[in-house]
C-alpha cells in the first residue's frame, strides 16, 4: 500500500515483531511454520483473511478532512496527465478494488466506487502484459490502480504512528497517486480464479517480498509469471511488495487528486489537472 519510499528489511521485520497487537484479524502463519500451507485459502472457499487495523478516527471523519485538504505543490516539469479506465483497453483485465470493499487493512470502504484508472503509457503497458500472458492460461487481476491524492491522506491519518512507516506520508504522495502504479494478481483463465501466491495483498510480512523464498514452488512460478510479464512491458516490482507494480519513469507524472467521479464525468479533465496543480 505504500510505495512511496523505501524502507529497510530490518525496519519491516522490526515493525512486524512489535505489532501483533494492533490487528484486529491476525496474520495466518509467519513463514517460520513451514509446515502450514502458505496460501492454502486461495483454494477454499472461505475468503482469506485481511491484515487490518484500527483506524485512529471513522473513515468517514477522516475523508471529510482529506478532500478539504490540499495535496503538495512540487516543481515539475511533468507529462501532461491522461488517465484511461483500463478495462476499456482490455476487457479481460478484471477488477477486485479492495478499497471499495471491507476487505482492506481499515476495515471499510474507502473508494466509492470499484474503478481501476492509470495513465495511458501504463494502461497500454498493462495491456500489452495481458495479452502476453494469455498465451500462458493467465489473465490479470487488479487490485488498486490510480488512488487520488485524497485517498492516500486518509490512509495516514487513520494509521497509528507506529504503523504509519507501511504507509505514504501524504505530504510526499503515493506513486499510485502519479497514475503509474498497480497492485494486481494473476487469475487462471480457464476457472476465472486468482491463482495461489506466496502471500496476500496488502499482508505486512514478508510474505510479501518479491524475493520472499517461502511458499510452495507453484505460487513461487506464479509470482514469477507475473513478474515477467510485466517486467517486459516496462514495469518494475516493488520488492517490498509482489503485487505493486511501476512504469518506469513514473517520476514525470504529476500528483493527481481527481475522484473517480469527477473522471467518470470528464475522462479529459486529468489533462487539465495538471495545470491547475502546478499554480
Ligand atoms: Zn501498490
Redesign the pocket.
Known sequence: ?K?ASWVSVATLLAALSASSGLLTVPLRAQSSSAAQPANAAASATQPEPVFQITPLKPVAELRRDALASKPPTEAGPFLRADLVDVTTLDPTIRLEIRYATSRNFLGTPVYTEARAFLERPAADALARASAMLHAQGYGLLIY?AYRPWYVTKIFWDATPDDKKKFVANPADGSR?NRGC?V?LTLYDLKTGRAVAMPGGYDEMSERSYASYAGGTSIERSHREVLRAAMQAQGFEVYPF?WW?FDLRGWQRYPILNLTFEQLERSPSLSSHALIQNSR
Open positions: 500500500m510505495a488498486d499510485h502504479a497492485d511488495e505493486h
